[in-house]
């Protein structure tokens, strides 16, 4: 028992310092690992420590899982919980992506690809903002709902405040084209003074409008829409910058690790 209060501790410990996400998806994360832990001692295949952690270890886990009937799509977001956290710890083991472990979907997900003609089709002018928002700032759904004009718009970048990203610091966002300036004139016009999305609609409703408008243009409501500022984002950069300080500048602006973001730009 000693081996896995060790990593108990360790886990708590870790959990205790990190500040991004919301509160339920950080209490996610930490039953995540607190149950692969367990699973770990079920399984017989403890660990001297994280770090003595490797991919044998985490097959051992998926196995006794797949033994006791959790699906692969439950394994998988767990998986990916367990991923967070070791690169939180700067543990990094090779091939625990899902195809080197044997995850696999259970189903095709149809993607409902982005495009410009999908804004001609929101009617709604506060949820068009909310996507602009996500397009051309890189804003998360989140965000955009909290995002309050008179607060947040400087004169040539965004200052999003950690109380609305949900994480540790501030965050810069570069204002550089007119597709920019158009959204920040758009949202001045559109929220009252001192005023954001949810203050001035009501979470409930902003939600329902949002998902009703979403849906009409054929997207879907539960996706985040920030990757397209990634895309753009990327490749205006890459015009004066190397491809590393393009990517760490992006990670900065979103809050993204390299991981997410390459994501973001490649898939």
Known sequence: MGRISQLREQANHTFSMIKTGSHQKRQ?????????????????????????????????????????NLTDDSIRMYIAEIR??????????????????????????????????????????????????????????????????DLHIRENYLLLSRDMTNSNSDRVVSIYNNSQLETVSLSQNLIDCN??????CGYSGIRERYRYEVKKAGLTPSVNYRHIFAIKRYQYLLLSHEINIAKDIIMQEMNVNHRTLRRYIYE
Do not use: M
Not at 40 to 62: C, D, E, F, R, T
Not at 87 to 103: K, M, P
């Open 195 to 200: 005023s954001n999305p949810i203050k001035q």
């Open 28 to 68: 996610y994360r930490k039953k995540a690992v607190l149950r692969f832990i367990n699973t770990l001692y079920a399984s017989g295949n403890v660990p001297i420590n994280w770090y003595g952690l490797n991919k044998q270890h985490v097959l051992s886990v998926i196995s006794y899982w797949q033994n006791h």
């Open 84 to 149: 967070y956290f070791l690169q939180a710890i700067n543990h990094n083991i090779l091939d625990i992506d899902n195809h080197s472990l044997g995850l696999s979907r259970s189903k095709i997900v149809q993607k409902k690809l982005f495009t410009e003609d999908c804004l001609l089709k929101i009617s709604d002018q506060i949820v068009f903002l909310l996507i602009k928002l996500q397009i051309e700032f890189g804003l998360t759904l989140s965000e955009s709902f909290r995002f309050t004009p």
